[in-house]
């Protein structure tokens, strides 16, 4: 997989929370077909075996569309499954154990939210970086906000690409115009929406504006 920021521009985070009866395959094809260039998948409660099954099938959906696919914290998993990469969080296994693991040409992706972090993880060989929360989410209750500030001052002290997450809607994407980020990554935006295709389609017209 050829990877390069304009993968990272909307970047789609999986979360079984609204499927509604659709399967995670039906919302990630769905947003596929909308224009997301990029997609993580999160689970936090499947069961291994159902996970392995999952991830093979979402694999080969974004495989078939060309666009990069990585697993959230779990390196053993994407390397079992030859997935493009993997993301990690400050409190997962580090940037460089995970390089040893996957090889030069993964992705890997790792959360950060101050600027020594953000230099750590590019030193150790990070693809990109997800800083954030940017807004208050209801995705991930624990996450701290960061500022405007902070954010424009980790794009500005890295090298490597820089994607802004966390209660990222379309009433507020405008806002994160002029900090530097090469893409947003997204949950509720997409996968609680109504129309997923049509959400990602607009989510994405939005995102071109702000990186430009």
């Not at 224009?35 to 996970?51: D, I, M, P, W």
């Not at 400050?90 to 030069?104: C, F, K």
């Not at 040409?105 to 600027?115: E, F, L, M, P, R």
């Not at 405008?174 to 893409?183: A, S």
Request: proline share 2%; glycine share 8%.
């Amino acid at each position: 997989m050829n990877f390069d920021k304009t993968n990272l521009l909307l970047y789609a985070v999986t979360d079984r929370s609204w499927l509604n009866g659709a399967t995670l395959y039906d919302q990630v094809e769905a947003a596929l077909k909308g224009g997301a260039t990029f997609v993580q998948l999160r689970e936090k409660e499947l069961a291994e075996s159902s996970y392995r099954e999952e991830a093979g099938r979402i694999r080969d959906l974004c495989r078939s569309w060309r666009v990069p696919f990585v697993i959230n914290d779990n390196v053993e998993l994407a390397a079992e499954l030859d997935a493009d990469g993997v993301h990690v969080g400050q409190s997962d296994l580090e940037a460089e154990a995970a390089r040893r693991i996957l090889g030069p040409d993964k992705i890997i992706g790792v959360s950060v939210k101050t600027v020594e972090q953000a230099l750590k993880a590019q030193a150790a060989g990070a693809a990109y970086l997800g800083v954030g929360a940017v807004f208050p989410t209801q995705s991930k209750q624990d996450a701290d906000s960061i500022t405007r500030d902070a954010l424009t001052g980790i794009t500005r002290a890295v090298e490597i690409p820089v994607v802004a997450i966390g209660g990222i809607q379309e009433h507020n994407i405008m806002e994160l115009t002029g900090c530097g980020v090469h893409g947003v990554a997204v949950i509720s935006a997409l996968f609680a929406q109504p129309d997923i295709r049509l959400a990602t389609q607009r989510l994405k017209a939005l995102v071109e504006q702000i990186v430009k």
